[in-house]
């Protein structure tokens, strides 16, 4: 029996989110359908480096998998590819060791959020970047990324509905990049709380456009109460960039 390390990348938009659901076509459910078809319809399950909500895209997702299948690296990829759907794209499978797990062994998860700042809706990219027509201040946003900055117990942040008990994540990096009609936000941290990132950049939108100062995000951390921080940003605009291990 090999374990296996694969990166997988997905355009969320047709799915019901990363994990299995009763009812909802699911990432997780279309791997584990192919590998199914590989091993003779044998039952085999897939563990993933984190879980997406519905409409959101990956990039470098990682996932582990065992099998008892003597298959190349590459000819796992290839022949998953030649299973799967068109919007699921196996970038890389590798050899993995015994003890290898893709969420727990991991050391540090990168997100990426799109904003699409053109005055008009673009057909084209309504499913891959929010639309947020609105003025920001560039120096505002910059100010209250560096307030994640750390480690913060990050309940103000995190869904209600998340049932962790540990809110406590370190942010590393929160940079944002500008380019045309487009604002790209990178963050890096330990690990990410349900919701957390899109929560994230909702709040700071609020600081971009004035409505709130950024230092009151370090006194949303205090309170650690979702009802404290900004709304939470549509999910079609981020992106589970990779993870590092």
Request: proline letters at 4%; glycine letters at 8%; one cysteine or more.
């Amino acid at each position: 029996m090999q374990r296996w390390k694969a990166t997988v990348s997905y355009d969320g938009t047709l799915f019901a989110g990363y994990q299995v659901q009763p009812e909802g076509r699911t990432v997780q459910s279309e791997i584990e359908r192919s590998l199914a078809k590989m091993h003779k319809g044998g039952e085999l399950r897939i563990s993933a480096s984190g879980r997406t909500d519905a409409g959101v895209h990956a990039i470098g997702q990682v996932f582990h998998f065992d099998s008892s299948l003597a298959i190349a690296p590459d000819r796992w990829e290839k022949a998953l590819n030649a299973l799967l759907p068109g919007d699921i794209r196996i970038t890389e499978v590798e050899a993995a060791a015994p003890d290898f797990h893709a969420r727990f062994s991991a050391k540090k998860k990168e997100y990426h959020y799109r904003l699409l700042t053109c005055p008009q809706p673009d057909v084209f990219r309504r499913n891959y970047a929010y639309h947020f027509p609105y003025s920001l201040d560039h120096g505002a946003l910059e100010d209250g990324m560096r307030m994640f900055l750390g480690t913060h117990d990050f309940t103000s942040f995190s869904s209600a509905r998340s049932a962790v008990e540990d809110k406590i994540r370190t942010i590393y990096s929160f940079q944002m990049e500008t380019s045309n009609d487009e604002i790209l936000f990178k963050v890096s941290g330990s690990g990410f709380l349900y919701n957390m990132v899109r929560i994230m950049i909702g709040t700071l939108l609020d600081v971009g456009q004035g409505r709130i100062k950024p230092q009151e995000i370090g006194e949303m951390l205090k309170k650690k109460d979702r009802s404290a921080a900004g709304k939470t940003a549509p999910p079609h605009g981020l992106y589970f960039y990779q993870v590092t291990y």
